[in-house]
């Protein structure tokens, strides 16, 4: 049981920040957070460690929030914003251009959609990002960079 505290301790912030970027709602990312490492902690007897353990954690939070949102039959729309550091980030602020941006992204093909989200509402590294697809670092990147040109061409 404290081998599974340090773990909770470890990744907490990192799954919650990735469901923060899926749900956009800081009390439904809790809720789901904490369900993640229920979860987990029932089946950490699975983990046979192929892959390392915060994308196994992400896995389980995606499934978790998409179960949520398949049983309920609807995608949680609630736009978050959070400090950005490039232009097309930056436009979040103004809630007016956000909503235009949140349209461009719900319509922006896989893996477009998710590596911006990671990226910008999950705060999440381009490292984290590479390790949640199984690819490299420079392919998160380049993909954040085309999903960021995408939606800047649909805006203009």
């Avoid at 773990?7 to 904490?34: G, H, M, P, W």
């Avoid at 892959?51 to 978050?80: E, G, H």
């Avoid at 896989?110 to 690819?135: A, M, T």
Wanted: with cysteine; glycine share 2%.
């Amino acid at each position: 049981m404290a081998e599974f505290e340090e773990i909770y301790c470890q990744y907490f912030d990192d799954v919650y920040k990735y469901t923060l970027s899926l749900c956009r709602d800081r009390n439904l990312a809790d809720e789901i957070t904490q369900e993640v490492f229920f979860k987990a902690l029932k089946n950490i007897d699975k983990f046979k460690g192929n892959c390392k353990m915060r994308v196994w954690l992400c896995q389980i939070a995606k499934n978790t929030y998409f179960s949520l949102c398949q049983k309920n039959k609807q995608f949680i729309d609630n736009p978050y914003e959070e400090k950005e550091s490039e232009h097309i980030e930056r436009k979040l602020i103004n809630k007016e251009v956000a909503w235009e941006i949140h349209k461009k992204l719900h319509y922006l093909g896989e893996p477009y959609k998710e590596v911006f989200s990671l990226r910008v509402f999950g705060e999440l590294s381009f490292l984290q990002i590479s390790e949640l697809f199984g690819k490299t670092e420079s392919w998160a990147r380049v993909t954040f960079h085309r999903a960021r040109l995408k939606i800047r061409e649909d805006l203009e």
